[in-house]
């Protein structure tokens, strides 16, 4: 088994796209069935890390701006590592995510 990155990125600013506070519970619930499931199956290497939307970015010539993103609205929410045979199995993983749900995307890196 391999360990893999999954990172979860969506637009957490445009008040539009966000889910009301009923669609955010049911949305939280199914986090947690996801996060159950693959921990049931011995899939989840480590639990869920959440992150502020906010973030620095230091570039090479010593300047800090706000936010990793500031030109894009989407950031990253979370991520988990998993484990996973090959990058075909993390990715039919990450196919399930709830971050999907909202227009968000999964990135995988393999640790190597």
């Known amino acids: 088994m391999n360990e893999f990155i999954l990172i979860f990125r969506r637009d957490f600013t445009t008040k539009e796209l966000q889910p009301s506070p009923e669609e955010y519970q049911q949305h939280l619930q199914q986090w947690q069935n996801w996060f159950g499931g693959l921990a049931a199956q011995d899939k989840l290497a480590r639990p869920l890390q959440r992150w502020d939307g906010k973030g620095k970015l230091v570039t090479s010539n010593k300047g800090i701006t706000d936010g990793p993103f500031v030109e894009i609205k989407e950031s ?5 590592v998993i484990k996973a045979k090959d990058y075909d199995e993390a990715a039919a993983i990450a196919q399930g995510c709830p971050v999907l749900d ?3 995307n999964v990135e995988i890196r393999m640790a190597v």
């Open 102 to 104: 909202f227009g968000g």
């Open 76 to 80: 990253i929410g979370g991520l988990i």
